[in-house]
């Protein structure tokens, strides 16, 4: 069962402090985690600021108050007593000093060589409004002062979470209710007053502000069939409403945004290892910091072997590495990052099957086997192959919904005079992927079925003339020994996209007025293969060979030959769609209320090449 584990969780954190600063022996132990994960010494600095961050009402010191250097992603953490020192290249800076429950601070500095003393009074923030919202806005602003709804997790929440799928994480975000499909993906999201078929139809997911998909419903995979969440997350943001309906591929729901780790002075090294009954286990990592004074990486990823949590001979199995690489401007007013992503990971995707129907109650049937039936996947079923118009054709269900391929990214974010900035974004994305999956039954019973009514509803000889045998070592099937005849639909649906977004800003007063443009194109195959086999009715079935006396002729035949019974490939379609939208945006923040306004024109075009059979 799916609950039915044990699980153990395994965590080393290793955060500010250099790997080389540590003695011998933990140095051994953390390389075999983090071969590829360098840290490299900062350089030195050239000016210092220190001072005090304290309560506003009672003087007493912060212990664990934050100052933070947006343009570096850099800061200081205060110490018992509430006292930080910060060592950052000369230069002007904007300095932000945050602490849960306070409301965050924003100091403008012009940094020289030396030490300046700089202390900051905070005042308490009881309803949490001041976290700053980055997603479907063109200025970062806090919760307090942004007209949409938003919810968001930061790292430690979503770590809290354990979760396998989208669906674990997004079901605790307020407004969306989330269902897991099959598994691990494909999950089905739905959000408030808005009635959908599932997946992410009215809530695009996001990967550091571009669309993991632009274009969905090309060949119906889900978004999170090309991404996974793993440590390297900073966040997870959630807007509806306002001008999140402006950017990117659009969305009438809302956003859905993960933002990455990405490197600053602090280093930090993360190791996390799970271990549960039944055959599964994950470890993932992180490695963040500094190469110099100002260039930055960050790279996660994560390794899990899943042989259950079903018993099927399918195991479920895959790696994905992410990571970034960032350049600070020298005048500290922009940044450059390189992002990328690599995934090659299998996952098995569950179907229902028929359950025991007692008057009305529903119970898990029992198998052949004496044993409840919780799964008709099977490992029996992926050695098969057969003829097609395009070649024969070899069944890969064996590795379930596959994903190989990954992303990369550029994001380029310039902070000009008079309050002009400018953020560009690009990706371009190629996955090899098949989406392959054990169908409910035959299409036409779906039900288990004794041996004397499979040979009449399909019109074959019963009696001495038919014999059913285990395929795995030639036994015939016992008198009250059930029949569960399945299909299997394997599907081809390799993914390209280029994508683009550009905006520019320029804050008058309390306005911040945008202009963007967004480009994408997305190019997705759809290939389907469609089989059938005879098994027997229990978990992880075995194949049935059906063999027959043709009565008119006295010849011997096979209904079913390995259990393989028939299959051919049903579609083979190419769908592409190209969209360019133009946006003009308004976000002004009042004294008593904030106000989002805007438009977007866009065009968007399809291209359609199917051949059926």
Known sequence: MWYNRIISNVGLVFSKYNLLDMNRSYYIRLLVFLTIAPVFQLLAQNGTISGTIRDANTGEGLIGAQVYVPALSTGAVADLDGNYTLELPVGSYTLQVLFVGYKTIEQEVNLTAGTQNLSFDLEEDILGLDAVVITATFAERSLFNSPQSVSRLDAAALGNLTANSQADILRTVPGIHAEGGGGEVASNVFVRGLPSGGQYQFTPLQVDGLPVLSAFGLNSSAHDVYFRNDIGIQNLEFVRGGVSTLFGAGSVAGIINYTSVTGSINPENKVVMEWASGGRARTEFLSAGPINERTFYAISGFYRYDAGPLESGLRTEGVQIRGNLKRVAEDGNGTFKISGQYIDDNVQFYLPYPLQNNNGEYSRPVGNDGQEVFTMLTGAATEFSFDTPNGVFETPIENGVATKGGYLMLDLQRS???????????????????????????????????????????????????????????????????LFENRVLDRQRPMRETVAEINLSK?????????????????????????????????????????????????????????????????????????????????????????????????????????TG
């Open 416 to 482: 000009f005079g008079n309050d002009w900035s400018l953020s560009a974004k690009a990706k371009y994305a190629n996955y090899d992927h098949h989406f392959n999956l054990f169908l409910d039954g035959d299409g036409t019973h779906n039900v288990p079925e004794t041996q004397a009514d499979y040979l009449t509803d399909r019109n074959l000889p019963g009696g001495d003339s038919a014999t059913f045998v285990y395929v795995d070592n030639g036994e015939e099937l016992a008198d009250g020994d059930l």
């Open 507 to 611: 804050e008058i007063g309390r306005h911040n007025i945008t202009v963007g443009t967004f480009n994408s194109y997305t190019l997705a195959e759809d290939n389907n293969w469609i089989w059938n086999y005879l098994g027997d009715f229990s978990n992880a079935p075995r194949m049935v060979g059906l063999s027959y006396v043709d009565p008119s002729t006295g010849e011997a035949l096979n209904y079913s030959t390995g259990g393989f019974i028939r299959g051919a490939q049903t579609s083979n379609r190419q769908h592409a769609m190209r969209k360019s939208a133009f946006y003009l945006a308004d976000q002004y923040v009042g004294d008593n209320f904030s106000l989002d306004i805007g438009g977007r024109f866009e065009t968007a075009r399809g291209y359609i090449t199917r051949d």
